[in-house]
C-alpha cells in the first residue's frame, strides 16, 4: 500500500511538474501580439477577458504579467520624458510670451511718444495740440481773409465814392466856367451898352 501510495506521489508529482513546465514553455513560446503591438488598455482589457478569477484572485501568466509590467514602466518612462519635454518648450514659451509681452509694452511707449508728437507742436517752447494750433490758426487766416475782403470792398466803395465826387467836382467847374463865362460875356454887354449910351449923351 506505502508502495502504491508513493508511486502514485511520484506520478502526480511528476504530472503537476510536467503541466507547469509546459505551460511555462508554452507561454514563453507564444505571447498574444495584443500584449506586443496594442495600447495598454487593450492589454489590459486583453488580460481581464482571458484570466478566471478564483476566490477573489486573478490567476495572470508570469510572463504576460512581466510584459504589462514592462510596457506600463516603458509607457510611463516615454510620458514622464514627454512631460518633462512640455515643460521644458511650456518655460521656453512662456519666456517668449514675456519677451513679446514686454517688447508689446515698449513698442505701445513708442507709438504713444510719436502719436503724442505727431498731434503736437511746439509754441513758444510750449507743446500745443495740432488740432487746437490748426484750428487757431484757421480762425486767424478766416479773419485775415475777411478784414482783406472788408478792406477791398471798403477801398472799391472809396474808388466810386472818389470817382463820383471827381465827376460832380468836374461837372460843377464846368457849370462854373460856364456860368463865369456867361457873366463875363453878360458884364462886357452891359459894359458895352453903358458906353454906347454915355457915346449917345455926349453925342446928343
Request: proline share 0%; no cysteine; charged share 25%.
Amino acid at each position: 500500500m506505502k508502495k502504491i501510495n508513493k508511486s502514485l506521489l511520484r506520478f502526480l508529482f511528476t504530472a503537476v511538474f510536467l503541466v507547469v513546465v509546459l505551460s511555462n514553455a508554452n507561454g514563453q513560446a507564444s505571447m498574444p501580439e495584443v500584449l506586443i503591438k496594442n495600447t495598454l488598455k487593450e492589454q489590459l482589457n486583453y488580460l481581464e477577458e482571458r484570466t478566471k478569477i478564483y476566490e477573489n484572485y486573478r490567476a495572470i501568466r508570469e510572463d504576460m504579467f512581466q510584459k504589462v509590467k514592462s510596457n506600463i514602466s516603458d509607457t510611463l518612462t516615454a510620458d514622464y520624458r514627454r512631460i518633462n519635454m512640455l515643460n521644458g518648450t511650456l518655460s521656453v514659451l512662456n519666456h517668449t510670451i514675456d519677451s513679446l509681452r514686454s517688447d508689446l509694452e515698449t513698442t505701445r511707449a513708442r507709438l504713444d511718444n510719436v502719436t503724442r508728437t505727431k498731434n503736437s507742436i511746439r509754441l513758444l517752447g510750449a507743446e500745443v495740440n495740432k488740432l487746437a494750433y490748426n484750428s487757431v490758426m484757421w480762425l486767424i487766416v478766416i479773419g485775415l481773409v475777411t478784414l482783406l475782403v472788408m478792406g477791398f470792398l471798403a477801398f472799391r466803395k472809396n474808388i466810386s465814392v472818389t470817382h463820383n465826387i471827381k465827376k460832380e467836382l468836374n461837372e460843377l467847374r464846368d457849370e462854373f466856367q460856364a456860368y463865369r463865362k456867361t457873366t463875363r460875356e453878360a458884364r462886357e454887354k452891359m459894359s458895352m451898352d453903358h458906353f454906347n449910351e454915355l457915346k449917345k449923351l455926349r453925342g446928343g
